[in-house]
């Protein structure tokens, strides 16, 4: 019964969708551990105050909750091949909020020996630049554009 929910409250978010952007609240870092498969395991308040979420929404769930529609699974498969094999992953991510606009945040994911042979994950999340912005965008989110 759980996955259902899951995708219900997935499916939720992503018909809320919106274009509008909403701005990193200066001062905040999101601050975010995930078990060895993606599943939110901490998050800090910051994230609640970012995404508009209450922490019962997001603890157990998997970090998909709020990945955004335009980010594509290969960027996503890349960033846990790299991270799977040790590596610390540093970009800037569209991170969707509950009420459907989003938000871009300098994201960096590094892997934690938890315990001997079990690794969590690291996630903190940062205010980028306009500049990070714009360069990130241009590399992950393909612009479609109407001739």
């Not at 905040?28 to 209450?54: E, F, K, P």
């Not at 079990?118 to 912005?133: A, G, M």
């Amino acid at each position: 019964m759980q996955k259902k929910n899951d995708q219900n409250f997935v499916n939720l978010v992503n018909n809320a969708q919106s274009d509008r952007e909403y701005p990193f609240l200066d001062g905040h870092v999101i601050v975010i551990w995930l078990d060895h498969s993606g599943v939110l395991a901490r998050i800090n308040q910051s994230l609640l105050d970012m995404t508009g979420y209450q922490e019962s929404d997001y603890i157990g769930k998997s970090y998909t909750l709020f990945k955004h529609p335009d980010i594509s699974e290969s960027v996503y498969d890349n960033v846990w091949r790299k991270v799977g094999s040790g590596d610390r992953w540093k970009g800037v991510v569209k991170v969707l909020r509950k009420d459907g606009n989003y938000f871009w945040g300098l994201t960096t994911i590094m892997p934690i020996q938890y315990q001997p042979l079990q690794t969590r994950y690291l996630c903190t999340v940062r205010k980028p630049s306009r500049k990070q912005i714009e360069q990130h965008r241009d590399k992950y989110y393909p612009v479609n554009k109407e001739d």
